[in-house]
């Protein structure tokens, strides 16, 4: 997989001044030729000289289970480049929303909900004011567990802080 060398960093676990530094080394990779240019490593090609370089310098232990290990971290970088295509390619097609539209989204969905649920209450007769205020403050209780589901979902909580509200809610009742 081809990418620049934040993403290399990012992959390798180093920051990108150590990815500079082994470029400087001689790690293959290549750039515009200008400062500031862009660099494209190949991170296969790139795992291999790291191997190689940690194992001149003594800094991977050699025994036994050293091809295992080699193995291990192959099939690890194997892994990230696949996710990261993965990634790529769902955004090309189309199938990834960014978090900013499911935040607007889910706020105007939310808005929409507290309208409807304020204007049942508000159709209610005066006369039944007690009722009218057990709708009302009802109504009041769904639009936070709405909203706390809503943010726990985009914040990446998947609803868990829902399922946690609505429980203690519905054992703690409405009176």
Known sequence: MIVNRVT?????GVSESTVLNFMKEGMPATSAGVRGGKVEIDTVKAHKWIIQREMRSGSLVRDEDEGENINEERRLLIMEQKRQLEIKNDEAEGLLVPLEDVRIAF????????SILDGAAGKMSSSDAVVRQRL???????RD????RLEGFVDGQGGRELDEAASEESSVGVG
């Open 107 to 114: 706020n105007a969905a939310q808005t929409e909900l507290a």
């Open 145 to 148: 567990i709405y909203a706390t």
């Open 8 to 12: 290399c960093a990012k992959i390798f």
């Open 136 to 142: 009302f403050d009802e109504h009041r209780r769904i």
